[in-house]
């Protein structure tokens, strides 16, 4: 398998299934959702589905009847396979989808395990399949360490996609602005700075405990309704590892986990800003390579798909962007094959124009499209079989933009000079 880079090809496909079905458009309401959560007995769903059966046999138009009862038996018979629910729960989707116009329905299934745990239990006919669960999946997976200060306490806490989790809480003991009578002003400041110094030293070292050397935690949000977060990463009290891992600044209204709340809405766009670092990161380097003579670094469809074959591709950049399809083309009758490949927009033209074609081998008119693959699961399938990492680069920043529009979308980085 293929190392896969900052944007996770995984999830790449799971958006991609789920726009799929999203674009499923059933008649009235005879598309089944079923979302079976862990630890729910099969058996129980089955039974419960028999029920959903015999309720659907009060449906009063004929098709509409058939269509859900075979859906629902359907779903039935897929469950079997299944001995217990998975880990992660179960989601089936099942229904007649019109192929071709009025009449042309057919019957079609998706059994999806899901890639984390889906705790619903939901069962209902639509027109269109029930995805918001799923949908809410492809959120930000990744951790962040969230330090809140101010000057009366702070809190500790760690965001991973919609879970947050407040992880410790300490005061600083520190009086409030106002002097008791008789004491000098200047030695009221000063003992204040002491202990809010002191109590500066105790949110780092807490800070340490929770934060170092956890990998998994990408970045930390400073947070705060005060200047006291200010004063705190000022005066440098933070270990530089953990210094160097901050990365934003948020201003909240309150502390704790109220705090934890307004922090994990309003640090979206920061959180969105580090996915894209790494992202604006390798784009970068491939420009830099790609404008010196001699560069590690090449681009264009049928040149990188070359490359990789010859085993000089040391990582694979493609745009999200990317919207072509590959196509696979068979003579039927001298069995003659090529590929060409053609934007998403001209493929139903393209198959038009190719129906009136003649064979460049026989020369009879017996073209016939074989296969048609996204150009960009063409791409990812190559690299994984040579062993090419891939990168896969959003239209979301000005560099992948450029990327797309500049370069195709499609490129690589060189282990060797060619
Ligand atoms: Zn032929």
Redo the contacts with the bound molecule.
Sequence with gaps: MASVGSHSLENYRFKKLLEELKSKVGRGTELISLYIPPGRPIHEVVNGLWQEYNTASNIKSDRTRRNVQSAIERVIQKLRYFKKTPENGLVIFCGAIPQDGEGSERLEDYVIVPPEPVNISYYGCSSRFFLDPLYELLREKESYGVIIIDSSEASFGIISGRRMELVREITSGIPGKHRAGGQSARRFERLREMELNEFFRRVAKYADELFLGRDDIKGILVAGPGPTKYDFLDKDYLNYMIKQKVIGVVDIAYTGEEGLREVASKSVDILRGVRHMDEKRIVQRFFKEATVGGGLAAYGEDEVRSLITRGLVETLIISEGVDRIRVTVE?G????TYKYTVRGADLYASEAELSRSR?P????Q??KIKEKKDLIDEFIELAEQYKVNVELISTETEEGEMFLKGFGGIAALLRYRV
């Design positions: 003579c009758i001298c069995g003659y064979c081998s026989c020369d009879n017996s073209l």
